[in-house]
């Protein structure tokens, strides 16, 4: 590779911008002029240039070749059908800004449900923009869907013949890079304990440990690495996003597991610890793989299932005798018994892991009954079984975000209102080309006041130096349409390449110069386009200003703030939901116990806007008065919250109530418990939502604890098996309750009240 290359694949990685660019640089010239030249239509010229920079330079979809020819086919449909409405919406200045206002607004909200929307929301509204500011009669339409149909046609043979991007996903790689390195950690722990801890096994499992926290840290920077959740309606893209969460989550218990005093050779704990690793290692493969055979991973799911059901049997019999006195009542609270709580940790840690490995392990085995359905059954929107239909997972996410602390919303809402008061302004004032005055505001509007006036400077600086470069080759040659021509390709390739390779002012200069040429091919008119250029530039700038001004002022970290308090309160009300549940289902005599299942779904939500909301903030400019690191401790810690509780309804979900027994001393120890993890969790919210400290991390209630162990001791001695095993689980629920309990001590230290 030559040192230019080498410089720029530096700068653009996978040189993505470079094969976007030089697609546009061969389709837009020749689609121009076969309406210009051949055709002899300057509105078939128009709208098939813009057409070809809105289907190719704006939009670069990913995934196989096939859902790019859909999703390219679907941009030319939607583009066609705006082109009509927009036209007949151009003559009347209120009705195209009002149309425009809604327009956006749809366009820009409806990204929430799809990275591919998001991805492909400018190419979207331009073939809007273009016609809405362009007035014309009803008679004109043929012609700007003649121009516009002509670039879909040439767009779609472009993506399948030219330097096709190849089928590669990030995300899945790293979660595949991940399920491997946590089952070699995994196997070099089960290793290391079984050597009775020799020194020899000492120096691979640190390096197991240390592999696995990169594949994890990996992983999430895969995650984060766009604007926008990298996730579509596709079965697979939906049920792979979901892998980053619960590996994380899975990170964190190997890691609590591995740092847990009591760690003896329990040979039934570290068969659950084997047979997760064999699953993980499957559900690699398979992610390496498209559509592959599951028999292997549905082998290894069974053995976890029965290593688990063996670990809790074992856990029943290693209990050590009762204390309790003879005659005692079975809720008599005596000494605490350390003895009873060491033999039932290890089981709780093995169910914990098996837990989560089992969520990883199915989730796995989704995406490959996906990828192995047939052209049929895709058509027909077949999910496989347990997976919601594309689209109730639309109307899941999109009602997430009908929210007033929604970054989505507010930026919606912000570019339907500039993009509309663009369009008035620019009809308003008479701009040479209005079009031009929309599309600055759409480039520079962002999450903030501040953030919008850089980008304004940024945006006239570029412009005006396209502008004298653009003066200075007219002043050159004048209107020779021949060397326009020649140099049109070059200048287009500098457009597409410039804002990735050198800066955002960079490409707004190349842009600047390609339309000075573009409309000296039309019309020549010499320098005084770049003159127009720059006076709707101004005018965009002044609209985005203005509207991020009114809108928005404090920005993306206070829109954080708000989604973590939001996220953390409804998760807290979830995890106190599934120990209600547990609750009435292991006691029959207090009915039937609801799903929490509204709260879950609060739950997911929340999470989902906490999500925009952190990537709007690591996208804003400007120093962060809060360390990225503290920030990403929040953010999982709502993970960990909302995984616990779908931990303990999976436990109580296995338990059919119908085993009788005295259990209120129990039951309402869990409840305050869970209460009070709630009660923390809740101040901790509007502490993150109105600034100040936070309570301090709850101590560990060495009492709750012995009042728990004295309720259910006798239950845990009994002869019959469910009785004991009902035990076991509120022991467990407990557990899962301390361990968010011990999740405070990371999260209180980090310092929210610097998000204000």
């Given at each position: 590779m030559n040192r230019p290359l080498q410089w720029l694949a530096q700068r653009d990685s996978g040189l993505v911008a470079l094969r976007r660019a030089g697609r546009v640089a061969i389709v837009m010239p020749a689609m121009f002029a076969l309406g210009e030249e051949v055709i002899g239509n300057a509105t078939v010229a128009t709208f098939a240039a813009f057409g070809s920079i809105a289907m190719l330079l704006f939009a670069d979809f990913g995934g196989p070749l096939r859902e790019r020819l859909q999703a390219e086919a679907s941009l030319a449909v939607v583009g066609a059908a705006f082109v009509c409405l927009a036209t007949l919406a151009s003559h009347s200045v209120w009705l195209a800004a009002a149309t425009m206002a809604l327009v956006g607004f749809a366009v820009i909200f409806a990204g929430v449900v799809s990275s591919v929307l998001a991805g492909a929301t400018t190419s979207l509204l331009l073939p809007f923009i273009l016609p809405v500011t362009l007035a014309a009669p009803v008679s004109a339409v043929p012609d700007r869907l003649a121009g516009w149909g002509i670039a879909a046609g040439a767009s779609l043979i472009a993506v399948a013949l030219l330097w096709p991007a190849p089928a590669h996903d990030p995300l899945r790689g790293a979660a595949a890079g991940a399920c491997r390195a946590l089952a070699s950690r995994l196997r070099a722990e089960v290793a290391y304990m079984m050597s009775d801890k020799r020194e020899s096994f000492v120096r691979d499992r640190q390096r197991a440990f240390a592999q696995s926290d990169d594949a994890v840290a990996a992983l999430r920077r895969a995650f984060l690495a766009t604007p926008y959740r990298p996730t579509s309606l596709g079965t697979v893209a939906r049920v792979t996003v979901r892998l980053v969460?619960?590996?994380?989550?899975?990170?964190?218990?190997?890691?609590?597991?591995?740092?847990?005093?009591?760690?003896?050779?329990?040979?039934?704990?570290?068969?659950?610890?084997?047979?997760?690793?064999?699953?993980?290692?499957?559900?690699?493969?398979?992610?390496?793989?498209?559509?592959?055979?599951?028999?292997?991973?549905?082998?290894?799911?069974?053995?976890?299932?029965?290593?688990?059901?063996?670990?809790?049997?074992?856990?029943?019999?290693?209990?050590?005798?009762?204390?309790?006195?003879?005659?005692?009542?079975?809720?008599?609270?005596?000494e605490p018994d350390s003895e009873l709580v060491s033999s039932l940790d290890p089981g709780f840690r093995a169910q914990e892991l098996g837990f989560a490995v089992s969520r990883v392990g199915h989730n796995v085995d989704l995406i490959a009954a996906a990828e192995r359905r047939s052209w049929l059954e895709r058509a027909l929107g077949r999910q496989p079984e347990g997976l919601a239909g594309t689209l109730t997972a639309a109307q899941e996410r999109a009602s997430a975000h009908v929210d007033r602390n929604s970054v989505w919303l507010h930026n919606s809402v912000r570019g339907a209102v500039g993009l509309a008061l663009a369009v008035f302004v620019g009809n308003q004032t008479g701009a040479q080309h209005s079009f031009w005055v929309v599309l600055g505001t759409l480039s520079v509007l962002r999450s903030n006041a501040l953030s919008t006036g850089q980008n304004v400077l940024r945006a006239l600086s570029g412009t005006v130096v396209g502008f004298i470069i653009g003066a200075a080759i007219l002043a050159a040659i004048g209107t020779n349409e021949t060397l326009l021509w020649l140099l049109l390709p070059p200048v287009i390739l500098l457009a597409g390449v410039a804002p990735a390779a050198i800066s955002f002012a960079a490409g707004q200069a190349a842009f600047t110069l390609t339309l000075v040429f573009v409309f000296n091919i039309i019309e020549p008119t010499g320098w005084?386009?770049?003159?127009?250029?720059?006076?709707?530039?101004?005018?965009?700038?002044?609209?985005?200003?203005?509207?991020?001004?009114?809108?928005?002022?404090?920005?993306?970290?206070?829109?954080?703030?708000?989604?973590?308090?939001?996220?953390?309160?409804?998760?807290?009300?979830?995890?106190?939901?599934?120990?209600?549940?547990?609750?009435?289902?292991?006691?029959?005599?207090?009915?039937?116990?609801?799903?929490?299942?509204?709260?879950?779904?609060?739950?997911?939500?929340?999470?989902?806007?906490?999500?925009?909301?952190?990537?709007?903030?690591?996208?804003?400019?400007?120093?962060?008065?809060?360390?990225?690191?503290?920030?990403?401790?929040?953010?999982?810690?709502?993970?960990?919250?909302?995984?616990?509780?779908?931990?303990?309804?999976?436990?109580?979900?296995?338990?059919?109530?119908?085993?009788?027994?005295?259990?209120?001393?129990?039951?309402?120890?869990?409840?305050?418990?869970?209460?009070?993890?709630?009660?923390?969790?809740?101040?901790?919210?509007?502490?993150?939502?109105?600034?100040?400290?936070?309570?301090?991390?709850?101590?560990?209630?060495?009492?709750?604890?012995?009042?728990?162990?004295?309720?259910?001791?006798?239950?845990?001695?009994?002869?019959?098996?469910?009785?004991?095993?009902?035990?076991?689980?509120?022991?467990?629920?407990?557990?899962?309750?301390?361990?968010?309990?011990?999740?405070?001590?990371?999260?209180?230290?980090?310092?929210?009240?610097?998000?204000?």
């Open positions: 969460d619960e590996l994380s989550w899975l990170d964190t218990i190997v890691v609590e597991s591995a740092q847990s005093i009591d760690r003896t050779p329990n040979h039934t704990v570290r068969a659950v610890e084997i047979a997760s690793a064999a699953v993980l290692e499957r559900g690699a493969d398979l992610l390496g793989a498209v559509g592959g055979d599951c028999a292997e991973l549905h082998t290894a799911l069974a053995e976890l299932t029965d290593a688990l059901r063996s670990m809790e049997e074992h856990a029943l019999v290693a209990l050590p005798p009762s204390r309790e006195p003879a005659g005692a009542p079975p809720n008599s609270a005596e005084r386009v770049g003159l127009y250029r720059v006076e709707d530039i101004a005018l965009g700038c002044a609209v985005s200003l203005i509207v991020g001004l009114l809108f928005w002022p404090r920005g993306a970290r206070s829109a954080l703030r708000r989604a973590l308090a939001d996220a953390y309160r409804d998760s807290a009300d979830y995890l106190a939901g599934a120990v209600s549940f547990g609750m009435l289902r292991c006691d029959p005599s207090t009915g039937s116990a609801p799903s929490p299942s509204e709260l879950a779904a609060r739950a997911t939500g929340a999470t989902r806007r906490l999500d925009d909301a952190f990537r709007a903030f690591l996208a804003e400019r400007g120093a962060k008065p809060i360390a990225l690191a503290d920030v990403t401790s929040l953010i999982t810690g709502v993970g960990g919250l909302r995984l616990a509780a779908d931990a303990v309804l999976d436990l109580w979900q296995r338990e059919d109530g119908s085993i009788g027994g005295e259990r209120t001393a129990a039951r309402n120890e869990l409840l305050r418990s869970s209460e009070l993890v709630k009660d923390w969790y809740e101040d901790f919210a509007h502490s993150l939502a109105n600034g100040g400290e936070p309570q301090a991390p709850l101590p560990h209630d060495r009492a709750a604890d012995e009042r728990l162990l004295a309720a259910v001791r006798h239950d845990l001695h009994s002869e019959n098996a469910s009785t004991s095993a009902t035990a076991v689980r509120m022991i467990w629920t407990g557990d899962h309750l301390d361990a968010v309990r011990r999740q405070e001590l990371v999260l209180a230290p980090s310092q929210p009240g610097d998000l204000g």
